[in-house]
């Protein structure tokens, strides 16, 4: 009996603690302005100590680390890397891509997941990221990723230009 009770228990904490309960919706985004940013990136973790560990990991561009878990990076107001359980996301160390459109109203996820399109480039986020897998797929400067042909000082108009920003 007792081994029956425990077969049924052991799956249901098998299951429970395996699951991925990072739940991200269209209200995990907004206001890029609000967030802090390390050179052009805007950093999000909604325990202060894990944002602490995210913004120390980007700002000293350190290898063979990992984003703890709930880190959302932005660099634009329509893209964003979200780092789940690794089990969630295995292709991609646990980040998931979005892609995300922004209105005055808020934001609606266009698509999500780890095979996601940049829709202007039109090229797979991975394409460009996957090099920077020493660096937990951070591109960033001189993490070996194709760059894009935006400038600093236009990624900085584009955050400032967020929709979602009060006036
Ligand atoms: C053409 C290559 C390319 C494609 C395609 C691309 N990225 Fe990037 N991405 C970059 C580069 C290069 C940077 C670093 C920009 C900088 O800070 O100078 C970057 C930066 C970022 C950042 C800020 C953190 C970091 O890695 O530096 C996020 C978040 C991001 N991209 C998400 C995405 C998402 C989501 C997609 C797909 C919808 C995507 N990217 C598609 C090249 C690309």
Same mark, same amino acid.
């Given at each position: 009996?007792?081994?029956?009770?425990?077969?049924?228990?052991?799956?249901?904490?098998?299951?429970?603690?395996?699951?991925?309960?990072?739940?991200?919706?269209?209200?995990?985004?907004?206001?890029?302005?609000?967030?802090?940013?390390?050179?052009?990136?805007?950093?999000?973790?909604?325990?202060?100590?894990?944002?602490?560990?995210?913004?120390?990991?980007?700002?000293?561009?350190?290898?063979?680390?990992?984003?703890?878990?709930?880190?959302?990076?932005?660099?634009?107001?329509?893209?964003?890397?979200?780092?789940?359980?690794?089990?969630?996301?295995?292709?991609?160390? &646990?980040?998931?891509?979005?892609?995300?459109?922004?209105?005055?109203?808020?934001?609606?996820?266009?698509?999500? &997941?780890?095979?996601?399109?940049?829709?202007?480039?039109?090229?797979?986020?991975?394409?460009?990221?996957?090099?920077?897998?020493?660096?937990?797929?951070?591109?960033?400067?001189?993490?070996?990723?194709?760059?894009?042909?935006?400038?600093?000082?236009?990624?900085?108009?584009?955050?400032?230009?967020?929709?979602?920003?009060?006036?």
């Amino acid at each position: 009996m007792r081994y029956i009770a425990c077969l049924f228990l052991c799956f249901y904490l098998a299951v429970t603690l395996s699951a991925d309960d990072l739940v991200i919706t269209e209200k995990s985004f907004s206001c890029l302005l609000d967030l802090p940013k390390v050179r052009n990136t805007r950093i999000q973790n909604p325990d202060p100590e894990k944002l602490k560990e995210a913004i120390r990991i980007f700002t000293d561009s350190l290898p063979d680390k990992e984003y703890p878990k709930g880190t959302v990076l932005q660099l634009v107001p329509t893209e964003a890397m979200v780092k789940h359980d690794r089990a969630a996301f295995p292709n991609t160390n &646990g980040w998931e891509l979005f892609a995300l459109k922004v209105t005055p109203v808020g934001t609606t996820i266009m698509d999500r &997941g780890d095979k996601v399109l940049n829709t202007s480039l039109k090229k797979p986020c991975l394409d460009c990221h996957s090099p920077a897998v020493k660096f937990d797929y951070v591109c960033e400067k001189g993490h070996g990723c194709a760059p894009i042909p935006v400038t600093d000082e236009q990624i900085a108009a584009i955050q400032a230009a967020d929709p979602r920003c009060k006036k």
